[in-house]
């Protein structure tokens, strides 16, 4: 049997220039690579990127599965309409499919709901037989001890800051109303045996850079100290993710230096805690314990990128240059501003539509880069939201800024290899702002 994957392309879907994301930034997601390490063996299987490598439709495969995101969905369904005209069953799934299904089965032969793995090896059973089922529904969550590691040898390189990825936890019990992995991952966060996890680090080539893709690595005090003290003896640089909390815990901190961590994303969403809750009608100021959680991880070298988030019911315009202020004067060293967008599947998405505010389900403006326009927003328009979001954007990553932010890190962090990524990061940011 000869299977094909593809990561349907954002890019594509919206008609705008891949380029926007800045290489430098982009890894590989796993689920296609789980997937290819369940397939048995014998058999062939493929993988493609669609936003690096283009897809061939005479090559000549048995089975097509596609994954992809809600901006992708217009071209994902053109992919699978293309192969299923030439006669070749396809499968779709991914969190849009499990979010809205019905949508996916007029343009599949199949589709998969909740975490593939474990629906994929009876899917492909009866594939062999004959006998593909319109539906594949995971019952419950996957044991993350019964995973496999990931084929990554089947990605291009080339195209990845690193191909080095690795995932030790899922499910989050924050609750964030934008956000689809409570629903597609569950609230109960599950964990890989550290063993597992060390084990495939050790298999990994050694490029530059290891990378977490968990949502929140410290959720778990006791996992992350098992897990940072078992991957201090590898002497590998990582990154990963943390929610803001960890300005709290120092002992956790102080091993995740040890064990060589380099930098963090950190998703502050907002200066106000109205991201952080299943109700967003808080206006709590957060920007104390933002700035005590900043000022520990520059303490232990390590690099602090900031994510924040506006469109929240109780911003303004002054919400973004407040936001921009306090990242210039933590000292943020990488800062991503984006606008909310409701996802399906998502609280947010179920109660925009509700409230009747929601007046496009064109899924490839669902969109951060550019911004997308698909809801009315409380206290500004969309335009003058995505204005300002370029601003301050230009603002952050203008060379008045970003000069000085290189000088500091040389001085703060004694290390060239993360003042030079830095300063690659700088400027795709750059590109990406249409400078």
């Known amino acids: ?59 000549k495969v048995d089975l097509v599965g596609i994954s992809f995101l809600t901006p992708a969905a217009p071209r994902a369904y053109e992919i699978a309409d293309k192969f299923r005209k030439k006669g070749i069953p396809v499968v779709t799934g991914g969190v849009h499919v499990s979010a809205m299904p019905d949508e996916a089965t007029g343009h599949s032969d199949s589709v998969v709901i909740g975490e593939a793995e474990i629906v994929w090896p009876e899917l ?12 594949y529904k995971a019952d419950g969550f996957i044991d993350l001890a019964k995973i496999p ?50 084990g495939e680090i050790k298999a990994m080539k050694k490029q530059k ?6 949502d ?44 060589g961590c380099i930098g963090l994303l950190i998703g502050f969403e907002s200066i106000h805690e109205q991201a ?18 900043i000022k520990a991880l520059h303490e232990n070298q390590i690099v602090v990128v900031g994510a924040f988030v506006f469109g929240f019911d109780n911003d303004n315009i002054s919400t973004l240059d407040e936001t921009l202020n306090f990242c210039l004067e933590t000292n943020i060293d990488i800062a991503e501003f984006n606008g909310i967008i409701p996802f ?63 000088i500091r890190a040389l001085f703060l962090y004694k290390n060239i290899f993360k003042v030079f990524y830095l300063f690659i990061i700088f400027l795709g940011f750059r590109k990406k702002t249409d400078f």
């Open 1 to 59: 049997m000869n299977y094909l994957l593809i990561n349907a392309s954002v890019a594509k879907a919206g008609n705008w220039s891949a380029k926007i994301k800045p290489k430098i930034a982009t890894y590989p997601s796993l689920a296609l690579t789980l997937l290819a390490a369940l397939i048995p063996p014998e058999d062939n299987v493929r993988i493609i990127n669609e936003e690096f490598e283009e897809i061939d439709f005479e090559e």
């Open 124 to 135: 492909l059973r009866d594939f062999k037989n004959g006998a593909l089922k319109k539906r």
């Open 149 to 198: 590691r990931a084929r990554m040898e089947l990605l291009n390189r080339k195209h990845y800051i690193t191909t080095n990825v690795i995932q030790a936890s899922r499910g989050c019990s924050f609750g964030c109303e934008f956000c689809s992995i409570e629903k597609m991952f569950g609230k109960k966060t599950r964990f890989r045996p550290v063993e597992h996890v060390i």
């Open 209 to 214: 850079v290891l990378l977490f893709t968990d």
């Open 216 to 259: 929140n690595l410290i959720i778990n005090p006791s996992y992350a100290r098992e897990l940072f003290t078992a991957v201090k003896p590898l002497k590998r640089y990582w990154m990963g993710e943390a929610s803001w909390t960890i300005g709290n815990k120092p002992e956790i901190l102080k091993l995740m230096k040890e064990s």
């Open 276 to 293: 952080h809750t299943k109700k967003v009608s808080k206006h709590k100021d957060m920007r104390e314990a933002y700035m005590k959680t």
């Open 344 to 406: 399906p599947g998502t609280p947010l998405y179920s109660r925009l539509s509700k409230e009747g505010r929601i007046f496009t389900r064109e899924w490839e403006k669902y969109t951060y880069e550019p911004p997308g326009k698909v809801f009315h927003l409380k206290n500004m328009s969309n335009d003058e939201l995505n204005h300002n979001i370029h601003r301050i954007y230009r603002d952050f990553y203008s060379y008045k800024r970003i000069f000085p932010r290189l």
